[in-house]
């Protein structure tokens, strides 16, 4: 053997031993910790190992540390660590406007709310529309809708537009109803102007009738527009949420998101759905679907009917309490001939469909359309009142339900009167939907609800209110496991996005998005659920949220 030949083979065995003994390089390791993966078998582990963003390994927090070298370790401290939340029903644009608005959320009476005007107002001197979100007349004495009159004492020369808190009715001042040019009442398809006893326009606007006004409300210019959603993208991230779809977007506001994410200027991602119009279908059906790493958009959104609240939910028989059956927002022929164009692409179908009628019509629609044996996923959001007999619809055509647990300790109060004590049993039926399909997606509805999805995980399993109202729980016999209302915001959301394969647990392969809790949700009393605060979330290995100590 020449010295050459040595020589190589000495730095052979050199180059094998630094190979053997030096650990991989990573970014993370997260180590000390209690993790729900919320794998197919609900494993519990200690540790793992990110690398560019997707979790490589899973295993003991020594193993780990030993195997590899990472530029950041994390000690947990014993804390509990969760796949990323995902709200798999929300509004992203409404609650960044929110925001900026007159915000009615529980007010008494019609009198806190002209109250809470005038001091908007009187803050706000640059406003030329005075925007507000969150009237409930049924926290009201009387309960009645308000009208505009004391909108046009007041404040006779500012347009103002409030929604109510379902954002399926708003009052309307005499000022903007003028720029609208809507000085008599008469038929709107799919929804209803109210008038007085002469005859004209009261300020309620209900579904359909609402875009009368709203169309005329000056837009936000986009540089405006992203520091409001960052703002709300802020609130979301806080309270561990990673992923959130968007229930129903203009092309306008999805151009925009477009934008941002391609500057980079978001982090939560984004499921959007298109908002169903003549104009969306046509083009997204000729451009096609759009994925990007934080921004989907690959489903239209239908509405079927208004809310309960507002009377405007479409029953197969007369509300308890008022003459009237709510309406669809479009004929089931228009509904038929949508759904069968969509069935046609790509594209997901999601529809919102609140009373029982409306639901039995998208169902059935639904089942005409999808093929035995086909993957569509496609999905009814709220799924609120189902008529008995329609249950089992969900399995036969295999129909997602997007519930928001939320909704039922929120409506509690006063849905009884709504559909009275035999419809009443039916309705927020969360057990017996998870039951027919096998899944429910979970989400909040902000900013309907509040978006801390813990709000959700509670009224779920527990269904009561923030008070622990009502004692024993509202029907209780539709309460889920903590178990399943963790797989309905983490894989079971991820899934009703057809996102599965790459998010919603904790697996190798997967996208890092994970949340730290102080405490564990799977065993904590069930009153302080609401209160368990986010430490840490983070979204492809990057920390997008900390609590300050």
């Known amino acids: 053997m020449n010295k050459l030949t040595t020589n190589i083979l000495i730095l052979f065995f050199f ?21 729900y993966t919320v794998d197919s078998a609900f494993s519990n582990i200690e540790a793992f190992a990110v690398n560019n963003g997707v979790f490589i390994e899973m295993g003991s927090s020594q193993e780990l540390l030993n ?13 509990f660590i969760y796949p990323g939340f995902y709200d798999a029903h929300g509004h992203f644009f409404m609650l960044a406007e929110a925001m900026d608005e007159v915000s009615l959320l529980g007010a008494k009476s019609y009198d806190e709310v002209i ?17 507000g979100n969150g009237w409930d007349q049924n926290l009201w004495p009387d309960k009645n ?55 004209l326009p009261d300020g309620i606007l209900i579904d359909n009738a ?43 506001q999805i151009d925009a998101l477009k934008v941002f994410y391609n500057e980079d200027s978001l982090q939560i991602r984004d499921y959007a759905m298109v908002m169903a119009t003549p104009s969306s279908v046509k083009q997204y059906l000729r451009s096609g679907t759009f994925e990007s790493d934080r921004l989907t958009v690959r489903s239209f959104k239908l509405m079927a009917d208004g809310a309960l609240g507002s009377r405007g939910a479409c029953l197969l028989h007369a509300y308890h309490d008022a003459p009237t059956h709510g309406f669809l927002l479009q004929s089931p022929k228009e509904f038929d001939q949508l759904i069968q164009r969509l069935a046609n692409s790509n594209f997901q179908v999601n529809t919102h469909a609140i009373g029982d009628s409306a639901n039995r019509i998208i169902l059935d629609t639904y089942g005409k359309y999808i093929k035995n044996g086909q993957d569509r996923r496609w999905r009814i959001e709220h799924a609120q009142i189902i008529d ?61 609800e509040h978006f801390n999805p813990l709000y959700g995980f509670h009224a779920a399993v527990a269904r009561v209110d923030k008070n622990g109202f009502p004692n024993g729980g509202f029907q209780m016999e539709n309460a889920i496991t903590r178990e399943q209302a963790l797989r309905g915001m983490t894989i079971w959301a991820a899934y009703s996005c057809f996102q599965e394969k790459k998010r919603g647990s904790i697996e190798k392969g997967k996208d890092a998005d994970f949340v730290i809790l102080e405490e564990d949700i799977m065993t904590a009393d069930a009153n302080k659920l609401r209160d368990i605060k986010t ?3 983070v979204i492809a290995g990057e920390t997008v949220y900390q609590r300050s100590k």
Request: aromatic letters at 10%; hydrophobic letters at 40%.
């Open 145 to 199: 809708f308000p009208v505009r009159d004391s909108l046009d004492k007041y404040f006779p020369d500012l347009p103002i537009f409030l929604s109510r808190v379902d954002y399926h009715a708003a009052l309307a001042s005499g000022k903007a109803l003028e720029i609208a040019s809507l000085d008599s009442a008469y038929f709107v398809d799919g929804g209803l102007i109210s008038v007085n006893k002469e005859g």
């Open 535 to 537: 430490l840490r979330t």
């Open 115 to 131: 109250l809470r005007l005038k001091d908007y107002v009187a803050a706000h001197p640059e406003k030329k529309w005075i925007i």
């Open 210 to 252: 609402m875009q009368l006004v709203s169309k005329h409300i000056p837009k936000n210019q986009n540089s405006a527009l992203l520091k409001m959603l960052r703002r709300a993208q802020d609130s979301l991230l806080s309270v561990g949420l990673t992923s959130i779809v968007d229930a129903g977007l203009t092309e306008d």
């Open 15 to 35: 180059f094998c031993l630094v190979g053997c003994t030096t650990n991989k390089q990573i970014d993370l390791i997260v180590y000390n910790a209690k993790i």
């Open 67 to 79: 195997k590899y070298q990472a530029k950041e370790k994390l000690d947990a401290q014993g804390k």
């Open 388 to 448: 008995p007999a329609d249950f089992s619809k969900f399995k036969t055509f295999q129909i997602i339900p997007s519930v928001q647990p939320t909704h039922a300790t929120s409506d509690m109060y006063w849905a009884g009167d709504r559909l009275g004590p035999d419809r009443i049993k039916t309705a927020y039926a969360y057990k017996e939907l998870l039951n027919q399909y096998g899944m429910l997606a979970l989400g909040s509805d902000f900013p309907v």
